[in-house]
């Protein structure tokens, strides 16, 4: 069995009402994956990454993420199933809990930033439970330099313990895992779930909030790269959609993957110091950054590995979501530092799984407002046999989960910056074409690739366009690299009235969902969707 390495950096946590401990403070990721495969919460695998197992939860929890009420946050949140309402007694309850949980246990403590931007920089101190939580707050956030390290402030704190689990009667959750976020305390607990995404995500999310009360500046759940040219691409996309892979591209340098500010200055900046990709079914073919970045210091989560150390990427008996992080430089073509300028061109992505969006279509700043609010994809039911309907999948902004304030209130602020930047913004569809889902086949990541190719490089700002009779989307008839034949996509399915008729249906969903902000929604965004 691997040793774990001696330890000798630590520091006091008695401020924060952790006592006893013995904190290891600003371990190197080698360091960590030592203590991780020594202490069996990890194996090695031939790449050299870490593979690590998150237990119960192998995704986020939406429904145990909380927002403590105070007078920060009453009038600004937008209150509901997606942001909901913690007591701030009982938060703090419950903080005095966890830090008596994590006093008397070694701990990792690791200082770091959020926000590319020195103007918006955020410092933030993660006390985790476990080595490997540390490490992909290593490989996920903004390192600091030595000198950084040597007077650093935490202004935000974010205790992790999977290990702690909540009493819902007492402590006010919905059940024993919570991921809860206080403005007033600058402060996040995440408890009872070993899945890491909490910590990135919470941390984000309340940057989702300062960004635009505070700065007026727009946060984005979106990836982001650069040309040769200087112009920068805004790819949004729920999971699934394709964001990580069509933005990581060898002849564009990468801004980020995940999350980004839009200023007022015009400029586009990474919050994140890192990659957090999903690896399901990953070749090295289809996504060679990805693939690549997987050595010494990324960490897998999920996975399946056989006892030579070898990685199933096609298996998910664990789960769907399975993944990996690492540092952004693990990718050899970035932008640095994380921060573009001059955005000309920003990408919906979706995977409509019912065969009815076409591969690419423009949209003028009413739709784009439209299905920002919207932020749609599909979701396919399931393996099961016999089971073969996709399921509309509608996340405003493309990451309701992490806006703490109104789509409405982002996507006004999205209009706004379009106009003034002169943005051309296009809907792409990487799912279904030929049929939905079960009968259709998937668009190929080539096409798509050139689709926005071509866009990137105004190989379409000249070709004629027809408009989809629907959804008004507006469609080129030609575009390098791609069949002409898929563009409409009604031209690809064998019975044109079982295309109108899953069109109509899906317009209805479209204006079903838009229902809930239809009285906050002015008159044009409100003209943006389907007829």
């Excluded at 290990?163 to 006010?172: H, I, K, L, Q, T």
């Excluded at 009872?192 to 635009?212: D, Q, R, V």
């Excluded at 399921?391 to 379009?418: D, W």
Aim: negative net charge.
């Amino acid at each position: 069995m691997e040793k774990a390495p001696r330890v000798s950096k630590t520091i006091s946590l008695e401020s924060l009402g952790i006592l006893n401990s013995d904190v290891r403070y600003q371990l190197s990721p080698k360091e960590l994956q030592q203590i991780a495969v020594a202490e069996n919460l990890g194996i090695t695998t031939n790449s050299g990454a870490l593979a690590i197992n998150t237990g119960d939860f192998t995704g986020r929890s939406p429904k145990d993420r909380f927002i403590v009420m105070d007078d920060i946050t009453r009038d600004q949140i937008w209150w509901g199933k997606v942001n909901i309402p913690f007591d701030t007694d009982k938060f703090e309850g419950l903080r005095q809990k966890m830090v008596s949980y994590l006093s008397d246990k070694t701990l990792y403590a690791r200082d770091c930033f959020a926000c590319a931007e020195l103007s918006y920089r955020k410092s933030v101190r993660v006390v985790t439970e476990l080595p490997w939580s540390s490490m992909f707050v290593y490989n996920m956030f903004i390192r600091p330099s030595e000198e950084e390290l040597s007077d650093f402030d935490p202004e935000w704190t974010v205790l992790n313990a999977p290990g702690f689990f909540a009493d819902p009667e007492v402590d006010g959750t919905r059940q024993a895992n919570f991921a809860i976020i206080n403005f007033s305390r600058k402060m996040i607990l995440v408890g009872g779930t070993g899945y890491t995404g909490e910590i990135k995500k919470g941390m984000f999310s309340a940057l989702n909030f300062i960004l635009p009360v505070f700065h007026e500046t727009l946060p984005m759940h979106c990836s982001a790269n650069v040309g040769d040219d200087g112009q920068t691409a805004i790819f949004f996309g729920l999971s699934g959609t394709g964001k990580t892979t069509l933005s990581a591209v060898p002849e564009r340098k990468l801004i980020g993957d995940d999350e980004h500010g839009w200023t007022s200055m015009d400029s586009v900046f990474n919050m994140e110091g890192g990659c957090y990709a999903k690896v399901i079914n990953l070749t090295e073919e289809n996504e060679p950054d990805i693939f690549r970045a997987i050595r010494p210091g990324a960490l897998l989560e999920n996975v399946i590995v056989n006892n030579q150390g070898e990685i199933d990427f096609t298996n998910s008996s664990i789960t769907q979501n399975t993944r990996v992080s690492y540092p952004i430089d693990f990718i050899e073509n970035i932008q640095k530092p994380s921060i573009g300028y001059n955005p000309k061109h920003i990408f919906f992505l979706t995977a409509d799984a019912f065969g009815v969006l076409p591969p690419i279509s423009k949209l003028n700043p009413n739709q784009a407002a439209y299905h920002f609010i919207s932020g749609y994809t599909a979701k396919v039911a399931g393996t099961e046999e016999g089971v073969d309907q996709p399921i509309p999948n509608f996340s405003a902004c493309f990451g309701a989960p992490f806006m703490p304030v109104h789509p409405t209130r982002y996507a006004e602020m999205l209009s706004r910056k379009m106009n003034d930047a002169n943005v051309s913004v296009w809907l792409v569809n990487t799912g279904w074409t030929g049929g939905p889902y079960g009968i259709g086949s998937r668009m190929k990541l080539k096409y798509t690739r050139a689709m926005i190719d071509a866009a990137l490089e105004h190989k379409l700002d000249g070709v004629a366009y027809e408009t989809h009779p629907v959804f008004d989307l507006k469609m080129p008839l030609e575009c390098p690299g791609v069949p002409s034949e898929i563009l409409n996509p009604k031209n690809t399915w064998r019975d044109p009235d079982a295309y109108d008729a899953k069109a109509s249906y899906l317009s209805q969903i479209f204006k079903e969902n838009f229902q809930q902000f239809e009285s906050f929604a002015s008159a044009d965004i409100l003209s943006g969707g389907p007829n």
